[in-house]
């Protein structure tokens, strides 16, 4: 008779290691919104697996980093916490990249950790030849023994293209304690659907943006409600959502000319948020300044940090 197991795990590393999208490839859904700047992920999110003989949780954090803002120490918090609290790690590296201070960085706080079960997991390996994927997987090898970790496996792996993710989850899956399961079946996330829709409508406001813009940007729904005036068979979801940036330039920037660039991002998100509600709906984006507020405890507060 087969075990069932269960239990959490997480990816972490440096920001724009590849996390969240291979987080939602392991899940087989979006959870986890991705964009190529460097720290997208604020908020901690759960994706659940659910297999025939186990259920994996991925917990989705924000990239460890060097904080230089109050917010940014509140996200380092939010990570440690986590990985203080799960059964398994899965330190990502990506392939193309020399491993540097950043990784080191993550490297020793895991080192500290005595929980969890710790792997490697070398991501992006499409964008490298065999030869420099071996040399990676090598100066991998050669980390776990400069920071005394014994890495309980090395996997390469793709996210993009599917490459090599059914082993990691299998590697993760093998890793986790015996248990039942930890949620219902057929549930993929247990993020709040206000958040999922905010989530959203970020992910297209920083499509294409300015390098500081990614970090001044965050949204708070406002309002999701069913319009009162349609019949069942024709139902509406009016979405209220206010887009909060630091400053007036700022503003002018995710607006763009004409309110061009502010219409991009309300049709990109409705398509995400209409799969998500099952509905049709009306989104209402305001843009709104909150001055500095990445350094204000007031105003990060208000905005859900």
């Not at 989705?60 to 986590?82: F, I, K, S, Y």
């Not at 139902?235 to 002018?252: C, F, G, I, M, W």
Request: net charge neutral; aromatic share 2%.
């Amino acid at each position: 008779m087969s075990v069932h197991r269960s239990g959490f795990a997480s990816l972490v590393g440096r920001p724009n290691a590849g996390k969240s999208t291979l987080t939602n490839a392991i899940v087989g859904q979006k959870v986890a919104i991705m964009s190529d700047r460097p720290q997208t992920t604020r908020r901690i999110i759960r994706g659940i697996l659910t297999t025939k003989d186990a259920q994996l949780v991925m917990v989705d954090t924000p990239g460890l980093h060097r904080p230089r803002t109050l917010l940014g120490q509140r996200l380092n918090d939010q990570v440690h916490e986590t990985l203080n609290s799960v059964d398994l790690v899965g330190l990502c590296i990506p392939a193309d990249e020399p491993i540097g201070p950043g990784d080191r960085f993550i490297g020793q706080q895991l080192s500290q950790l005595r929980r969890a079960t710790i792997m490697a997991v070398v991501t992006k390996i499409d964008k490298v030849t065999k030869e420099q994927l071996a040399k990676q997987l090598l100066a991998v090898t050669e980390l776990g023994t400069h920071l005394d970790i014994d890495w309980a496996q090395i996997v390469p792996v793709c996210a993009t293209n599917g490459d090599n993710v059914a082993t990691l989850t299998q590697c993760l899956i093998e890793a986790l304690p015996v248990g039942p399961d930890l949620y219902p079946a057929g549930e993929v996330t247990d993020e709040p659907i206000d958040i999922a829709i905010a989530e959203l409508i970020r992910e297209a406001a920083l499509e294409g943006v300015q390098d500081e813009l990614p970090h001044s940007i965050a949204v708070v729904i406002e309002e999701i409600v069913p319009r009162s005036d349609r019949p069942d068979d024709r139902p509406l979801t009016d979405v209220h959502a206010n887009l909060y940036v630091e400053r007036d330039s700022q503003k002018a920037i995710v607006i763009g000319k004409k309110g061009a660039r502010l219409r991009d991002v309300g049709t990109k998100a409705r398509a995400g948020i209409e799969e998500l509600l099952g509905t049709p709906v009306y989104l209402s984006i305001h843009v709104k300044i909150a001055k500095d507020w990445q350094k204000d405890p007031k105003q990060l507060r208000r905005l859900g940090f």
